[in-house]
C-alpha cells in the first residue's frame, strides 16, 4: 500500500542555485517518501487524503551537513585558539578514545543525534571513532531516529598516541564487519573512512580502497586543511604527486563516490583531478576559522564547476546548526572578496542551496523539492512581525542568519515524520 504525505505551506527551495523556487500557500505531496509535484489546488487524485496544513508557515529542505565528527561533539567550543594539529593532540585523541566504553558511546551519539534533528539536519556525513563497537551504536541510534546518514568508522594505524590507534588488519576486519551489517540499510549506511593521510599507513589505505571498490561504498576523509599537515603529508608520502594523489593511489579519490573535507589550498593538478573525479570538496567556514587553516575560494571552485557541499565540522566547527554554515560561508566569501575582486561572493540562495541540494546530491535526489526527490523537509515558524512584513524570501534568509531549533517546528524523511 502506497504512503501519501501531503504538507500544506509556504514552499522554498533552490532547484538551482541562482534563485529560490517559491510556492505561496501550495500543497506538496510524496508517494512512498518522493515527491510528486506542488501544487496551488490539490488534484483531485488526493482529494480524500489526509493534509497537513502548517498555514502560514515556511516548508523548506532538510540541511544537508556533507562532514561532521559526531566523537568530537562533547568538544564543541573547547580548545579553538589551537591550530589542526595541535588540537588533535591536546584535545581529539583523548576524547575519541572514550568510545570504547560502550556507555559512554550511547550517552554522548543519543545527545548528538537528538541535536541533529533538533537544527534540521536530515542527511549527514559523518566519522565516529576508531572503536568498531562504538560506530555500531551511532548506526543503531540514526536508524532508530530515522535519519538519513553514511557513518564511518575512523581508520587510523600510526601517527597518533596508542590508545587510539589499531593495528592495520584490526582497523581493516572492524571496517569491513560493519559494512556486511549495515550495507543494505535504507537510510544509514557505511561509508569508508581514513582520519586523514599522516594517520594511515599505505598498507592501511590500500586496503581501504580495495573495501571501497569490493563493496562500491563511497569514501570520505580531509585533504589540504592546513599548510603544516601538507608538508607533514609531503614528508610521509613522498612517492605521490600531492596530498589528493596519495589517495587516489589507493582507490580513494573517485574511483568511488568521495567526499573531502575542506580542501583550501589545492595545487592546480589536485583541482584537475577533483573535477575529472567528480570528488565532492566540502566547505567548513566556522572550522577554518577557528582553527586558522585558511579559506577555500569557493567562488573559484564554483565557477571551475567542482561539486560543494558544506559542513559544519564539529568539534573544529562549535555550532552543529547547518543554517550557520550557510551564513558562515557567505561572510567568508565577502572577506575573500575584498583581497580577490574578481570572486563575487556567494549569495544567500547559492548559500542554501549548498546547504541543502547541492550537498544532498551525494545521497541521491535529496535537499529540493523537484519531482523524484525525496521529501526531506523542515517547517519554519517565526514571529509574527516577520511572517506579515517580508517575503518569503526574505523570512527563510532570516531565519538562515539569526533562526535556531525552536524555530523547526516538524520534521520529514523521505515523507515520514521525525
Not at 575582486?341 to 535526489?365: A, R
Request: glycine content about 8%; hydrophobic content about 40%.
Amino acid at each position: 500500500m502506497q504512503k501519501i504525505t501531503i504538507l500544506k505551506g509556504n514552499i522554498v527551495f533552490t532547484a538551482v542555485a541562482e534563485k529560490f523556487e517559491v510556492y505561496a500557500d501550495s500543497f506538496i505531496v510524496s508517494v512512498d517518501g518522493y515527491i510528486k509535484g506542488i501544487f496551488k489546488t490539490l488534484p483531485e487524485t488526493y482529494q480524500n487524503e489526509q493534509v497537513i496544513d502548517h498555514g502560514n508557515r515556511l516548508i523548506i529542505p532538510g540541511f544537508v551537513d556533507l562532514h561532521l565528527h559526531a566523537a568530537q561533539f562533547p568538544q564543541c567550543g573547547v580548545g579553538m585558539t589551537h591550530q589542526l594539529l595541535q588540537w588533535l593532540e591536546d584535545y581529539t585523541f583523548d576524547l575519541e578514545r572514550e568510545y570504547q566504553n560502550p556507555e559512554f558511546a550511547e550517552k554522548v551519539y543519543t545527545a548528538f543525534v537528538d541535536k541533529l534533528v533538533a537544527y534540521g539536519t536530515l542527511r549527514s556525513c559523518m566519522f565516529a571513532s576508531s572503536s568498531t563497537q562504538g560506530t555500531e551504536i551511532l548506526f543503531e541510534i540514526l536508524k532508530k531516529k530515522g535519519l538519513g546518514a553514511l557513518v564511518g568508522k575512523v581508520n587510523m594505524d600510526t601517527n597518533a598516541p596508542d590508545f587510539i590507534i589499531e593495528s592495520t588488519a584490526g582497523s581493516l576486519k572492524g571496517t569491513e564487519y560493519l559494512i556486511n551489517k549495515y550495507k543494505d540499510e535504507p537510510l544509514v549506511r557505511p561509508v569508508i573512512t581514513p582520519r586523514f593521510a599522516p594517520t594511515s599507513t599505505s598498507q592501511l589505505l590500500k586496503g581501504l580502497g580495495d573495501l571501497a571498490i569490493k563493496y562500491g561504498l563511497p569514501v570520505q576523509s580531509h585533504v589540504s586543511e592546513n599548510p603544516d599537515e601538507i608538508a607533514w603529508v609531503k614528508a610521509l608520502f613522498n612517492d605521490a604527486k600531492n596530498y589528493s594523489d596519495v589517495y587516489h593511489q589507493n582507490q580513494l579519490f573517485g574511483q568511488t563516490p568521495t567526499v573531502m573535507a575542506h580542501a583550501i589550498h589545492l595545487e592546480k593538478e589536485e583541482i584537475e583531478l577533483a573535477l575529472k573525479n567528480n570528488v565532492f570538496l566540502i566547505h567548513c567556514p566556522d572550522s577554518n576559522i577557528n582553527v586558522r587553516s585558511g579559506i577555500m575560494p569557493i567562488r573559484q571552485y564554483l565557477n571551475m564547476g567542482l561539486k560543494i557541499g558544506l559542513g559544519s565540522d564539529i568539534a573544529g566547527g562549535h555550532k552543529i546548526g547547518m543554517n550557520e554554515a550557510v551564513v558562515r560561508a557567505i561572510q567568508l566569501s565577502k572577506l575573500y572578496s575584498l583581497e580577490h575582486p574578481d570572486d563575487k561572493p556567494i549569495s544567500i540562495s547559492e548559500g542554501v542551496y549548498l546547504g541543502t541540494k547541492g550537498g544532498g546530491e551525494f545521497f541521491g535526489k535529496t535537499g529540493s523539492f523537484e519531482n523524484g526527490y525525496a521529501l526531506d523537509a523542515l517547517v519554519i515558524e517565526d514571529d509574527e512581525f516577520t511572517s506579515e512584513r517580508y517575503s518569503l524570501e526574505d523570512r527563510l534568509e532570516r531565519f538562515i542568519y539569526i533562526g535556531d531549533d525552536r524555530n523547526i517546528i516538524a520534521r520529514y524523511v523521505e515523507g515520514n515524520a521525525i
